[in-house]
């Protein structure tokens, strides 16, 4: 059995003659937030129903908090935290009752849900909307209340699908946070499936990108812009006195590419090399008159990805 959270080899799933997802193999850690990326229609909801046990694959396995999600869907579910795109609640309960209600159905104690639920109300600012019945929240307080029903239980690993949709943009700040928290204090790995991609970049390990079923890149955003061809990564330096500077340069592990145009250096890289670049302009007894950055996205990644295939 493999330590991951989430070890998928081969996960494939097949609707006829149609392959939403092939053969994809995935392995997540505790405590890393993950994010999972791609088109409308590229396997990713499919990917998710997997590995919840809503779906079985045609080929391949997957271990889900060291459990079989086809053959053991309950062990699944009661380690697993979801938060799906719509969160559903009963709209003539109260936002505590929605709560205390599915404690019930996870079989957590009376005592130890009233607990919980003060605890993740809190958590998510929700205290004051308690005792507000739930047909009265906006989309965004029903996020924040899926997120508390989520936490409930004391996932291993939450899995969450496009968590930020319909939320105001400090509601945004405080969910990406909350996240970060979940990761770091409370070491629970967090799969995010969104269309954000300037938030996940913020807030994730590594992040995956699907295409027509496959996991067509995987790692860092730093990793991804390596499995391209180019480096990410462009720094512009103005220097004086920087004869011979720019083959000091080029022996920096990581740059690619640099070219002088007078007192001008570009430089070319996979990763951030600002700092280094800049103790090179000093031990080689230059000045540095202006650095500029143009690094590349998330975004920029993604968009070059599905432009050039």
């Known amino acids: 059995m493999s330590d991951a959270l989430i070890d998928a080899q081969g996960l494939t799933k097949r609707y006829g003659q149609f392959t939403a997802v092939d053969h994809l193999d995935l392995q997540i850690q505790e405590g890393e937030v993950f994010g999972f990326l791609g088109p409308n229609g590229s396997g990713k909801s499919t990917t998710i129903l997997m590995l919840l046990g809503l779906t079985e694959p045609s080929e391949g396995h997957a271990q889900v908090c060291g459990f079989d999600p086809t053959r053991e869907p309950l062990q699944v579910k009661r380690q697993v935290g979801y938060l799906p795109e719509s969160v559903g609640f009963y709209n003539d309960l109260t936002g505590k ?15 130890a849900a009233e607990h919980k639920a003060a605890e993740f109300l809190k958590m998510v600012d929700m205290t004051d909307a308690a005792n507000q019945l739930v047909g009265q929240y906006s989309r965004g ?12 239980k004391d996932p291993r690993l939450v899995i969450l699908d496009d968590p930020t949709l319909g939320l105001d943009p400090a509601g945004v700040q405080w969910l990406l946070q909350l996240i970060q928290e979940m990761s770091a204090q409370r070491q629970i790995a967090v799969f995010i499936s969104s269309h954000q991609l300037q938030e996940v970049q913020r807030i994730c390990h590594r992040v995956g990108i699907m295409s027509h079923g496959k996991l067509v890149l995987q790692g860092t955003v730093d990793d991804l812009m390596s499995q391209l061809e180019s480096g990410g990564y462009l720094l512009e330096i103005e220097v004086s006195g920087g004869d011979g500077l720019s083959d000091v340069v080029k022996a920096i592990p990581g ?3 640099c070219e002088a ?8 890289a996979s990763k951030d090399v600002r700092s280094q670049v800049v103790a090179a302009v000093a031990e080689h007894g230059a000045g540095l008159l202006e650095l500029r950055s143009h690094n590349s996205t998330l975004e920029d990644i993604y968009l070059r990805y599905f432009q050039e295939n």
């Open 97 to 111: 009752e929605n709560l205390l209600y599915m404690a019930s159905l996870n079989k957590i104690p009376r005592p």
């Open 141 to 152: 307080m029903k996020q924040r209340l899926g997120l508390a029903e989520v936490l409930m």
């Open 255 to 257: 740059v690619q590419h």
């Open 261 to 268: 145009h007078g007192s001008r250096l570009v430089v070319q």
